[in-house]
Each structure stands twice: as structure tokens, then as C-alpha cells.
């Protein structure tokens, strides 16, 4: 298989074939992140040649275990999606002619990589198999989608995930508790929840901002220009943010960066996951959790 660095995937694609549409970050700007630096490149698109021995070998690996069915394809890659409609197509046909039962493609998306798409070509991408997109929207929080260099802002995410909801495909969003910085947590938390409620998301999974000496976002603290939250206040904001979501949507803080792993369906489950983010903040002490985060070698 054609795999290029580490390979990343949401918790929730587990079960999903991965094939390497993409390798790196059409973006590569965002000053928390470290994830594509083991490439000696920021972005690369997957020649088409080995996307199709990889579904190739997989299929052959598939029939060795009496098992030739494929039910989903994860397209690998830091955003797949912003790929030209016509490659995404391109590729759907490419996954069928080896996987003609196969049921849905997803892939992680930017924000910005709606926008290089037309309503018509969304809608055709739906038919086409694209569905449960996974959106990195960190925050709804101008102040620090501004200061990371996402890319993007709050209103963004509004304009292009009502696209998608027009579309039908769905998403799920990424959470990144912590990026609004010490004293601000918990605005951060609210600011998202404002924008999550006028869409429609399936999941939103919360990551824990964890720094690291290679980050960019290191150097600024350095500098004095920013201040990381203390460990308890990350568990204060997803309380604020939990609070404060009023649409029905998994809810899961379960990543390696999250020292305890918390989940539920909101709102049904919301006592439930609000009690356990109580216990935490009352009785975890601070230099627990920080150990934690400190002996975190790699996400």
C-alpha cells in the first residue's frame, strides 16, 4: 500500500478501507500543528496509478479472507477534499470498479476545500458515494481561528456546512479544547456552540491542544504572545460547550490527547457527561493531568 508519513484517521473510520488519496496539508499553516512534519514536503496529491494498485491489493487481500466486500472508503490524506470535483469523481469510479458494494467515501476536508466546489458539483460528489466528512474546525472563536491562522472564520463554517447540509452530505467536527488560550476557554466553548447549533453535525470530537517544541505555536509562548489554559480549564470548556449544545449529536472526547475519555449522545446523555466532567475539575488534581500532557510523545 501506498502510504506516505503517518497515517491519520478519525477514531470512528476504524472499520474503513484506507486508501492515500493526498499526503500532507494543502494549508500547513495552522501554528498548533505538528501533524505532517515527518514529510519532506507540505502536500502532495496521490498519483491515480497507485490508488489503483492499492484498491487492487486490498481486494486481493480481501478475497485471502473470504471477505470481498468493502462498506466504506477513508480517503487518507490531511484533506482529500480539496481535490478538483472531477478527481473526487475520478476516484469514486476507481473505488467501484473494485468495490462495487461499496456504500459511502469520507475523507478529511478544510473548510476552504467547500468552497473550490459548485452547488452542482457537491451534489454530484453526494451521489457519487461522499458522505461523513470530517471538518477540523478547531473553534468557532474569530479571535483564534485569527491568531492560529486557520484560514478561515466562524462565519465560513457557517456558509460552507449549510452548503453541504443543502448537498446532503453529512460531517463531523473536530473540537480543539484549549485553542483560545488562558481565560478564554470557555468563551471559545460558547462561541462554538453558537455556530455547531445552526448545523447539522453528526459527531463532535473534542481534541486536546498538546504543544510540542516543533509547533509554532511554542515559539509564541516563548514570545509571551500567547498562554497555554492549565488542564482543568480544558475540562471547564467542554463543560461550557456541552452546556451549551442544543442539537442531537455524539458527543466523544476520546483521542490520545484526552487524558479521560468521555462520550455520550447529546442531549440525551448530558448529565451524564456533564457529572463526569464535575468529578474531573473537583477532585483530578492539576499535576496529574499535566503529567499526562507532558509525557505525550506523539499524538
Same mark, same amino acid.
Request: aromatic share 10%; glycine share 8%.
Given at each position: 500500500?501506498?502510504?506516505?508519513?503517518?497515517?491519520?484517521?478519525?477514531?470512528?473510520?476504524?472499520?474503513?478501507?484506507?486508501?492515500?488519496?493526498?499526503?500532507?496539508?494543502?494549508?500547513?499553516?495552522?501554528?498548533?500543528?505538528?501533524?505532517?512534519?515527518?514529510?519532506?514536503?507540505?502536500?502532495?496529491?496521490?498519483?491515480?496509478?497507485?490508488?489503483?494498485?492499492?484498491?487492487?491489493?486490498?481486494?486481493?487481500?480481501?478475497?485471502?479472507?473470504?471477505?470481498?466486500?468493502?462498506?466504506?472508503?477513508?480517503?487518507?490524506?490531511?484533506?482529500?477534499?480539496?481535490?478538483?470535483?472531477?478527481?473526487?469523481?475520478?476516484?469514486?469510479?476507481?473505488?467501484?470498479?473494485?468495490?462495487?458494494?461499496?456504500?459511502?467515501?469520507?475523507?478529511?476536508?478544510?473548510?476552504?476545500?467547500? =468552497?473550490?466546489?459548485?452547488?452542482? %458539483? #457537491?451534489?454530484?460528489?453526494?451521489?457519487? $458515494?461522499?458522505?461523513?466528512?470530517?471538518?477540523? /474546525? &478547531?473553534?468557532?472563536?474569530?479571535?483564534?481561528?485569527?491568531?492560529?491562522?486557520?484560514?478561515?472564520?466562524?462565519?465560513?463554517?457557517?456558509?460552507?456546512?449549510?452548503?453541504?447540509?443543502?448537498?446532503?452530505?453529512?460531517?463531523?467536527?473536530?473540537?480543539?479544547?484549549?485553542?483560545?488560550?488562558?481565560?478564554?476557554?470557555?468563551?471559545?466553548?460558547?462561541?462554538?456552540?453558537?455556530?455547531?447549533?445552526?448545523?447539522?453535525?453528526?459527531?463532535?470530537?473534542?481534541?486536546?491542544? =498538546?504543544?510540542?517544541?516543533?509547533? %509554532? #505555536?511554542?515559539?509564541?509562548?516563548?514570545? $509571551?504572545?500567547?498562554?497555554?489554559?492549565?488542564? /482543568? &480549564?480544558?475540562?471547564?470548556?467542554?463543560?461550557?460547550?456541552?452546556?451549551?449544545?442544543?442539537?442531537?449529536?455524539?458527543?466523544?472526547?476520546?483521542?490520545?490527547?484526552?487524558?479521560?475519555?468521555?462520550?455520550?449522545?447529546?442531549?440525551?446523555?448530558?448529565?451524564?457527561?456533564?457529572?463526569?466532567?464535575?468529578?474531573?475539575?473537583?477532585?483530578?488534581?492539576?499535576?496529574?493531568?499535566?503529567?499526562?500532557?507532558?509525557?505525550?510523545?506523539?499524538?
Amino acid at each position: 500500500m501506498h502510504y506516505t508519513g503517518t497515517v491519520w484517521r478519525p477514531p470512528y473510520e476504524a472499520s474503513s478501507l484506507l486508501i492515500e488519496a493526498t499526503a500532507g496539508c494543502t494549508h500547513h499553516k495552522c501554528k498548533f500543528c505538528t501533524l505532517y512534519e515527518d514529510l519532506p514536503f507540505k502536500f502532495r496529491m496521490t498519483p491515480p496509478e497507485d490508488m489503483e494498485a492499492d484498491l487492487k491489493e486490498a481486494k486481493e487481500q480481501f478475497r485471502l479472507w473470504n471477505y470481498n466486500r468493502a462498506a466504506r472508503v477513508f480517503l487518507v490524506g490531511a484533506n482529500p477534499f480539496v481535490l478538483s470535483a472531477a478527481r473526487l469523481l475520478e476516484t469514486a469510479a476507481l473505488i467501484c470498479k473494485y468495490f462495487p458494494d461499496n456504500k459511502s467515501i469520507g475523507c478529511f476536508s478544510r473548510i476552504t476545500d467547500i =468552497t473550490l466546489k459548485t452547488d452542482g %458539483e #457537491l451534489a454530484e460528489l453526494q451521489r457519487a $458515494g461522499y458522505d461523513g466528512l470530517t471538518i477540523g /474546525i &478547531e473553534t468557532g472563536d474569530n479571535e483564534a481561528l485569527r491568531f492560529m491562522n486557520k484560514g478561515y472564520e466562524a462565519q465560513d463554517i457557517l456558509t460552507q456546512c449549510r452548503r453541504l447540509d443543502k448537498a446532503g452530505i453529512s460531517y463531523n467536527f473536530f473540537y480543539l479544547t484549549g485553542i483560545s488560550g488562558a481565560g478564554k476557554g470557555e468563551k471559545g466553548a460558547y462561541d462554538t456552540a453558537a455556530i455547531c447549533n445552526q448545523l447539522q453535525p453528526k459527531v463532535i470530537g473534542a481534541n486536546m491542544l =498538546t504543544i510540542y517544541k516543533n509547533a %509554532e #505555536l511554542y515559539q509564541e509562548i516563548q514570545n $509571551g504572545n500567547w498562554q497555554e489554559e492549565t488542564e /482543568i &480549564e480544558k475540562y471547564k470548556e467542554l463543560r461550557t460547550l456541552v452546556e451549551h449544545l442544543n442539537i442531537p449529536v455524539w458527543f466523544a472526547a476520546g483521542g490520545a490527547s484526552n487524558a479521560i475519555p468521555i462520550q455520550g449522545y447529546l442531549p440525551r446523555d448530558r448529565k451524564k457527561v456533564l457529572s463526569v466532567l464535575e468529578e474531573i475539575i473537583q477532585n483530578v488534581k492539576e499535576e496529574e493531568l499535566r503529567d499526562y500532557r507532558k509525557n505525550l510523545r506523539h499524538l
